[in-house]
């Protein structure tokens, strides 16, 4: 091969310029396969980093874009139902079933779960840290007529709120009760003011608790524990919907290696969720 | 799309059938509103009335805030005061954050400049000649004034209505310093942008409805009261 | 205080009139309390203005220039100037409306009570919202408490002089032009002021209408009050005076009328 340094640059230029289209032509086609793939996920999964630590490898091995849509569970399953997302992510046992039952979405899997805990003012006014159980715990709140501030926005943590006062046999609202309908942040910030207790995941507890002047008056009994689903939008209901990307989600996030991603995620050094597909 | 229909439809039982939490959020929202508006009235009004008569040092600078002061968003007033009432905060002693109080010092700070200077423009407008034949005819200051603002009444009427419409609407600081408590400090506005991220959005579009009936009955009620003042002046 | 700093001192005085107010003696705007004219033989000085300047805001030539002139107790002046020479403005500084730039105008109050009142009555007359009455009503509360039910029962002959009895419950925005300028005027005769100041009364106005506001102010005369009108033409109003004022080429100049 006769090399003049003018070839070479030509062949350089070239074969750059050939790298350039064939990645491009790459991208693209990744991006055939699997397009914009739009998630909708509750406020306190969105807010623990988990997805920002998870998924941007997904989209790296497969050309696709996320988009998550972080919202309360109610609205993510309304727009789930309304056909506006193509999978949700949420921690509302009943409201998932209910969503399933009524044909609008399929294939729920579990894929982890995290724990709740009761949160209160540091002198303890109800005496909840004397409690064995959840069910005590707020027993003591509600007797107390202690303030207790609750998410009151349909949100998983809200319902699951809802399902421990009625095993506490807590006849709602009772004195001293506040439903504020707002993120679980401001529901923090919300109690430490005016100081009353409160239910939160532990994830936003975490991100929070540095900030807020309260800490945890009861934890570790097994109804605190917060299962979460992924379920698909049922592809059946809606044209358009992007099946595929969501299929391969959802089958990604129960797959052995990022189980193992999932339990080895860590927020201010503890570890908030435990994997637990099937 | 058939739910649009259906969530209207929703939202108008809500409102006809009196609706007790509707209702609840709905009187949360006007007592706020009303007694911001009444509290900034009087200060508003005689600041305004200062600008416009009194060249005092100062002035165009405090005209220049003013103005300023009204482009401000809701949520920065809303942050500023969640700073200064929270228990880590200078008034956190007070006690104030996350009641109706904190909601009504809020929307008075909000209407407040729009006040100022909306009957600031009204009184530069004014016949200054009202001002002047009271005195002349021995009437104390006070009088002179009321005079004074009877002259360009339609132009603070309006300057009322506008402070309302915009203290009633406003989410951003009503939301912050409130907290959106059911039964407390949940507002129209605030539980509007609740009951659309719930999902809910029969009680949203309801709420939605009043604020919309609302701004209507104040808009017909200017025109009418207009239209009296032109007959009046022919 | 300084006279140069009038103009926020003027506004203070004329939202609070008891500011920098002397028992016996006003003094606008600077509030010196000037020496008690010493009064020139039994003539009582009411006003006197001293080397008063006043000009435009944006422009350096004045207006017109004041030296020395007093106004006393007998005199009734007819104020004289060709159309922008400042008649309004001189009438307006000494009714207290407009700030003092430069100079003075003091008042010296004969009485000693410290009531001297002016009043000023615009060329086009200002009338309150609702009925003739009402307008009346509103001088009325402006009153001491001990001087009303007089002028309450004066404001029976008062309406007969000024011609409008008939309008006594007319709304007062439908009166034409010569009933608005009596109402005006009989305004401020329930006010009595010891000074009348009229600017252009006479302006477009029937010979009727210049009839009773001549009754009006004679009367008001009659009971001890001096006045100043502004007119371009002669008329019944201007003939009740005695002394001319004459502004021109930027300056004032009294003088006598002839009778």
Redesign the interface.
């Known amino acids: 091969m006769s090399t003049t340094k003018k070839s070479t640059l030509k062949t350089f230029i070239r074969s750059a310029a050939l790298a350039a289209l064939a990645a491009t032509v790459s991208i693209q086609s990744y991006a055939e396969d699997l397009g914009i793939v739009r998630l909708a996920t509750t406020t306190s999964t969105y807010n623990s980093g988990l997805l920002d630590y998870l998924l941007p490898e997904f989209e790296k091995a497969n050309g696709a874009t996320i988009q998550v849509i972080a ?2 569970t ?2 993510a ?3 789930g139902r ?1 056909g506006d997302v193509d999978l949700v992510m949420t921690h509302a046992p009943k409201a998932e079933a209910k969503f399933v039952n009524e044909g609008h979405g399929v294939q729920p899997r579990g894929i982890m779960y995290n724990d709740f805990v009761l949160v209160g003012p540091k002198n303890d006014p109800a005496g909840v840290k004397s409690a064995n159980s959840i069910k005590e715990a707020l027993a003591k709140v509600s007797a107390t007529q202690s303030l207790f ?1 609750s998410r ?4 998983g943590t809200h319902k699951k709120e809802l399902g421990l006062w009625k095993q506490a046999g807590t006849k709602l609202p009772f004195e001293g009760y ?5 993120g679980m942040g ?1 529901v923090l910030q ?1 109690s ?3 100081q009353a207790y409160t239910l939160t995941d532990r994830g936003t507890w975490l991100a929070y608790k540095t900030k807020v ?1 309260l800490e945890i008056a009861s934890e570790g009994d097994k109804g605190l524990f917060n299962p979460y689903q992924v379920i698909l939008v049922n592809p059946a209901k809606y044209d358009g919907l992007n099946t595929k990307g969501a299929q391969a989600l959802s089958d990604w996030l129960v797959s052995e290696e990022t189980q193992k991603r999932i339990s080895d995620f860590r927020l201010h050094g503890e570890r908030l969720f435990i994997a637990n597909a099937k | 799309m058939a739910s649009l229909t259906e969530t209207f439809a929703a939202a108008v039982e809500l409102l006809v059938s009196g609706d007790e939490a509707l209702w609840t959020i709905i009187g949360v929202s006007f007592r706020v509103s009303f007694t911001a508006l009444l509290l900034a009235i009087i200060p508003a009004t005689l600041i305004g009335f200062a600008l416009a008569y009194w060249r005092f040092p100062g002035r165009w600078l405090l005209l220049s805030l003013t103005h300023t002061l009204m482009a401000v968003p809701t949520v920065v007033v809303g942050l500023i005061l969640f700073m200064l009432l929270s228990r880590a905060g200078p008034l956190g002693d007070w006690r104030l954050l996350f009641t109706q109080d904190a909601m009504i010092v809020g929307q008075f700070l909000l209407c407040l400049p729009l006040l100022v200077s909306m009957s600031h423009s009204a009184f530069q407008g004014a016949d200054k000649r009202a001002w002047e034949t009271a005195k002349m005819l021995g009437a104390n200051p006070l009088r002179c004034l009321w005079v004074l603002m009877l002259e360009v009444r339609y132009a603070l009427y309006a300057c009322f209505i506008a402070a309302f419409a915009r203290i009633i609407a406003e989410v951003g600081c009503a939301m912050m310093v409130g907290g959106n408590i059911l039964n407390y400090t949940r507002s129209i506005t605030t539980a509007i942008a609740l009951e659309t991220l719930k999902g809910e959005y029969a009680q949203g579009v309801a709420l939605g409805l009043v604020l919309f009936i609302l701004a209507m009955v104040l808009n017909v009620g200017m025109g009418l009261l207009r239209g009296k003042g032109q007959l009046a002046s022919r | 205080m300084t006279p140069d700093s009038g103009s926020t001192q003027g506004f203070l005085r004329s939202l609070l009139p008891w500011i920098g107010s002397d028992k016996s003696e006003k003094s606008r705007p600077s509030g010196k309390l000037a020496d008690q004219q010493s009064p020139s033989d039994s003539v009582h000085c009411l006003l006197s203005i001293e080397g008063l300047t006043q000009s435009w805001p944006d422009q350096a030539e004045a207006l017109f220039k004041v030296d020395t002139v007093s106004w006393d107790g007998q005199q009734h002046i007819w104020l004289q100037g060709a159309n922008g020479s400042g008649k309004t403005t001189l009438m307006r500084l000494i009714s207290g409306l407009e700030p003092v730039q430069d100079g003075e105008i003091r008042c010296h109050d004969s009485s000693g009570a410290g009531d001297q009142r002016i009043c000023y009555l615009h060329q086009t007359p200002y009338l309150f919202a609702g009925s003739v009455e009402r307008n009346l009503n509103f001088v009325i509360r402006s009153l001491k408490a001990d001087k009303r039910p007089a002028a309450r029962e004066a404001l029976e002959l008062g309406l007969k002089l000024a011609g409008l009895e008939g309008l006594r419950y007319q709304d007062a925005v439908t009166l034409s032009g010569g009933e608005r300028q009596r109402l005006a005027l009989l305004r401020a005769w329930l006010l009595q002021p010891d000074l009348l100041l009229l600017d252009e009364p006479a302006a477009n106005l029937d010979d009727d209408s210049v009839e009773l506001m001549h009754r009006l102010v004679t009367d008001l005369i009659d009971k001890g009050a001096v006045i100043m009108v502004s007119s371009h033409q002669k008329n019944l109003l201007t003939d009740l005076c005695n002394t001319r004022w004459s502004i021109s080429s930027g300056t004032l100049a009294a003088s006598s009328i002839e009778g």
């Open positions: 919202v309360g109610g609205k399953l309304r727009m309304d501030i009151g926005d349909d949100s506040r439903e504020v309908g707002q401001k919300i430490s003011e005016l002047d």
